[in-house]
């Protein structure tokens, strides 16, 4: 482990880096915009989902420390690799010694071979649209660190789960889900708060939105992948932003995006 980020969490006020639980095995710590997810409960063995921004590991591992004690995940998954999902994972990934996963078609855009897409700041929605161009976008290189998923769906280290493949937002973007009680970790292929709005993120309310519009790539594959998802009738979803939510309000309004896709989340200037 690095010396330097345990003595700089030592000297730092750590307080209020603490995780949120949903489940008695998952919960969730919001790093600034993005949701990181731990699965597994207490002082047991765990895995990490996505990792944040950059400089946030610090507190990433705060928030883990007071949920698991010093012991380090067995591996961390990213849902994709865009900059506030993958900005802390080398640093996270060093210090614990532990693995990174992506599926095989994110692998590109982690390992410094592909770029994706420049933001779209013309989809519309809120202050983020019209910030996203200056947000970080130059390729992440995970090279020595990261595999790929295996093919078949089976997530490493949690046996009750498997992965979704859920391209449009990226090309190798991931779900996680659970069968046993329809737990959902769904990333940024939708989320539960409104993706281009600044007053999103200090006043969060819970509503099923669709993937972040100023980086999605592909809207018809996006559609799809929402589809497939209200097709597994969820209970619970913690998303990449926004809030968990549960129930039936959850599969009511993941059904109504999934049949009205292309008026609910598709900005004008991307319809056809």
Same mark, same amino acid.
């Given at each position: 482990?690095? /010396?330097?980020?345990r ?6 006020? *750590?307080? @209020? ?9 998952? =919960? ?5 915009? +993005?949701?990181?997810? *731990? ?5 047991? #063995? ?14 990433i ?18 849902t @994709? ?16 010694d ?12 982690? #390992?410094?071979?592909?770029v994706y897409?420049?933001?779209?700041? #013309? ?13 970080? !976008?130059?390729?992440?290189?995970? /090279?020595? &660190?990261? /595999? ?17 493949? #859920?391209?449009?937002?990226t090309?190798? @973007?991931?779900? &996680? ?11 940024? =292929?939708? +989320? ?6 600044? *007053? ?6 819970? /509503? ?6 100023y ?13 497939k ?7 619970? +979803? ?7 939510m ?6 009511? !309004? ?14 004008k200037?991307?319809?056809?």
């Open positions: 482990m690095d /010396k330097d980020i003595k700089d969490n030592e000297d730092l006020d *750590m307080d @209020h880096a603490v995780s949120e639980e949903v489940l008695e095995d998952i =919960a969730f710590y919001r790093a600034l915009l +993005v949701n990181v997810c *731990m699965i597994g409960k207490p002082n047991d #063995t765990w895995v990490l989902i996505d990792t944040g921004v950059m400089r946030y590991t610090k507190r591992i705060a928030a883990a420390e007071k949920r698991y004690g010093n012991k380090p995940p067995e591996a961390i998954i990213l @994709h690799g865009h900059f506030d999902h993958v900005g802390s994972a080398k640093e996270l990934a060093k210090y614990w532990v693995p990174i996963y992506v599926h095989q078609n994110e692998l590109g855009y982690v #390992t410094g071979k592909e897409p420049p933001a779209d700041p #013309t989809v519309g929605g809120g202050m983020f649209s019209l910030l996203s161009p200056i947000f970080p !976008q130059d390729p992440v290189n995970l /090279k020595s &660190l990261v /595999k790929p998923l295996p093919e078949n769906g089976e997530l490493p280290f949690l046996k009750e789960w498997r992965y979704v493949y #859920t391209p449009g937002h090309p190798g @973007h991931i779900c &996680l889900f659970r069968e046993r009680d329809r737990t959902l970790i769904s990333g940024d =292929a939708f +989320v539960t708060e409104n993706p281009e709005s600044t *007053m999103a993120v200090f006043f969060p309310l819970q /509503k099923v939105y669709g993937p972040p519009a980086f999605t790539g592909d809207w018809d594959l996006a559609e799809e992948s929402v589809k998802l209200a097709a597994l009738e969820p209970e619970l +979803v913690i998303p990449g932003h926004g809030l968990p549960e129930g039936e309000s959850l599969r009511e !309004q993941l059904n109504e995006l999934a049949n009205n896709f292309l008026e609910l989340a598709i900005p200037n991307k319809k056809h």
